[in-house]
């Protein structure tokens, strides 16, 4: 069994700062990709950052030169950094990892998700 349990969302005013934590727990060989996606109200689901396992980053158009995102091999986390934080950017924060399980295959699984919200 995989877990993913997302911490550190909530309620930030317009230009403040959020560090978003996602750690998987359980049973796989190793962590390929890591992502972090959002969901807006009556929106689909879009990458915000995305890191591989060489290290390479990802960032959606919106939040580039806004977000950061890193990892914590060691403890299987993926962090992401967020600054200078508009109402647009107001979703359900959902991290996502892609694991070689213990069956060989690579299998992608979600967080629960966290509320981030950006208002006066």
Known sequence: QVQLVESGG??????????????ASGS???????????QGPGKQRDLV????????TNYGNSVKGRVTISRDNAKNTVYL????????D??????????????WF???YWGQGTQVTVSS
């Open 28 to 38: 796989f060989f190793s962590i390929y990709a890591m992502g972090w996606y959002r």
């Open 90 to 103: 107001t979703a359900v924060y959902y991290c996502n990892f892609q694991l070689r399980t213990t069956d």
């Open 49 to 56: 950052a995305s890191i591989a396992s060489s290290g390479s």
């Open 106 to 108: 690579i299998r992608g």
């Open 10 to 23: 909530g309620l930030v005013q317009p230009g403040g700062s959020l560090r978003l934590s996602c750690a």
């Open 81 to 88: 950094q967020m600054n200078n934080l508009q109402p647009e």
